[in-house]
């Protein structure tokens, strides 16, 4: 092989590499620093390019995955667009000028996606604002009419008592549950005002303005909230406790499915993400329920939802939900472990355990479709009494499994010496219990997670004597009624 160098164009220097077969090869020279500028330009720009693409993708999946979303955006920019009409024009502007601020603020601190939320930190800011501008007024009369020697004194000390006593309600359930923000709004407000130094007329006169601005923004805010595409907490919360069930059922019988028909499934990793893993959602939903349930009391009657509604008992229902997404977390961590039974024990229990939790699936969707129509079920008590059945199926194949392990150590021998057959017996039948344990820990998890659901029975039956689910009995006399007017066609037909 031999190389020579020779001079290309004027440009610069190139190599030629000569090969033993005759041919050459043209080595280029290294790119310059410019080129590798652009290249590197262009490469981010690509990269750039396709994170734009990627984030305006999941933006637009997430508007038309809920559409509400879209819309609540456009009813936040049409209230203040409202709103900011007191800027805009002339004559409003006049009548409320600077403190028409406050309006806008109102706004964009009160509206919230739901109505409860909405009306929530609506009325919580009316309530405040109004208890504390006229406090502070009145304890700024009475500090003016005390002398200029005791006026910073009185103000000083009812800043330090309301704010103090006004930050410790906060600790307090009730009060952090349903006022906590009403309470935020009543220091800032007692305290801008006590602290504001202005006579008590203009005082009275700027508590005024503001107390009407405000007003006007708490105004505008719940009146697009509530008229336009409303979404109401309490709804949300009903579909929320519904699906919950749904989705726990899917776990329960995908978790049971994958365990003992594995081998049968031919997409395992997609029936255990679309349906094993569903109890996860039961269990971080807590914090949603209570949020929900919380901001439902303060919603009117709408739709199906009366005055008064139950709203705690969705959370009672919500709570024996999670009591048995518990067992069913444990039941995941159990099958999914490194300890596997022997397939010839599986195949004991695997009829009686599928059938427990095809039932327990059963019971929890129909209880679901109950909730979700909030109609009384048919068919709950046959459901209940099949999967209590299924119950004691299971406890006498549980029952049975020591014969089996005696007839499967027996069917496979153990070497030993003479004199000790017995002792070998005894050390195969432990093994085989050892062996079996990940099934009965399975099979037992199943019994409770059967019982606790006739806590969610339970809890369900209660909502829907309080919420006034519609009965059975209307059902069967409606029946009654198109047989007499049937049978009243017919006699007079004839």
């Known amino acids: 092989m031999a190389t020579e160098k020779e001079v290309s164009g004027g440009l610069g220097l190139e190599w030629r590499v000569t090969v033993p077969e005759g041919s050459s090869v043209k080595m280029e020279p290294e790119p310059s620093w410019i080129s590798r500028t652009w290249n590197r330009l262009v490469e981010l720009g690509s990269k750039l390019r396709s994170k734009v693409s990627t984030f305006g993708k999941k933006v637009w999946k997430i508007g038309a995955d809920s559409p509400r979303k879209v819309i609540h955006g456009a009813k936040v920019g049409a209230a203040l667009t409202l709103v900011s009409l007191f800027y805009y024009l002339r004559p409003l502007y006049n009548g409320f000028g600077s403190s028409a601020m406050w309006a806008v603020m109102t706004v964009v601190v009160v ?4 109505v409860g939320g909405c009306l929530y930190k609506g009325i919580n800011r009316a309530i405040a604002t109004l208890s504390a501008g006229g406090l502070a007024v009145g304890i700024d009369w009475v500090a003016s009419k005390s002398g200029e020697s005791w006026e910073p004194v ?15 309600s906060r600790f307090l359930p009730t009060v952090k549950a349903r006022f906590d923000y009403g309470v935020t709004i009543f220091i800032l407000t007692f305290s801008l005002v006590a602290v504001s130094g ?48 749904e989705k726990l059922a899917d776990s329960l019988e995908g978790c049971v499915e994958d365990y003992f028909m594995k081998s049968e499934i031919t997409d395992a990793k997609e029936s255990s993400a679309t349906r094993s893993e569903g109890y996860k959602c039961v269990l971080n939903s807590k914090a949603s329920e209570d949020s929900q349930a919380n901001l439902a009391r303060w919603e009117p009657a ?87 059945n299924a119950v004691h199926e ?66 369900v039956g209660t909502l829907a004597t309080l919420a006034r689910f519609e009965g059975i009995r209307n059902e069967k006399s409606s029946s009654k009624v198109q047989a007499e007017e049937q049978e009243d066609k017919a006699l007079q037909e004839v």
């Open 111 to 114: 509206f919230e996606y739901t």
């Open 394 to 459: 299971l406890q006498n194949a549980f029952a049975s499994l020591p014969n089996h392990l005696t007839q499967t150590t027996a069917s496979s021998p153990i070497e030993s010496t003479e004199g000790k057959k017995n002792s070998n017996i005894s050390i195969a039948d432990g093994v085989a219990l050892m062996e079996a344990m990940p099934l009965m820990t399975i099979a037992s998890l199943l019994i409770e997670i059967s019982a606790r659901i006739q806590g969610v029975v339970d809890a």
């Open 198 to 245: 202005y006579r008590v007329e203009e005082l009275i006169n700027l508590a005024v303005q503001r107390i009407a601005t405000i007003a006007i923004g708490i105004a505008i805010a719940l009146s697009i909230c509530i008229l336009v595409y409303p979404v109401w907490s309490g709804q949300e919360l009903h579909l929320l406790v519904s699906r919950n069930m």
């Open 154 to 168: 009185i103000l000083s000390a009812s800043v330090f008592l309301l704010a103090s006593a006004a930050t410790f």
């Open 302 to 388: 709408h739709g199906r939802f009366g005055f008064r509604h139950p709203w705690k008992q969705y959370l009672k229902v919500a709570a024996a939900l999670r009591n048995c997404a518990y067992c069913v977390e444990a039941l995941h961590g159990c099958i999914n472990s490194e300890a596997k039974a022997p397939e010839c024990m599986k195949k004991h229990l695997r009829d009686a355990c599928m059938k427990l939790s095809s039932d327990s699936s059963k019971v929890l969707k129909e209880l679901s479709s109950s909730i979700k129509l909030m109609k009384r079920s048919k068919s709950i008590d046959a459901l209940v009494g099949e999967m209590k």
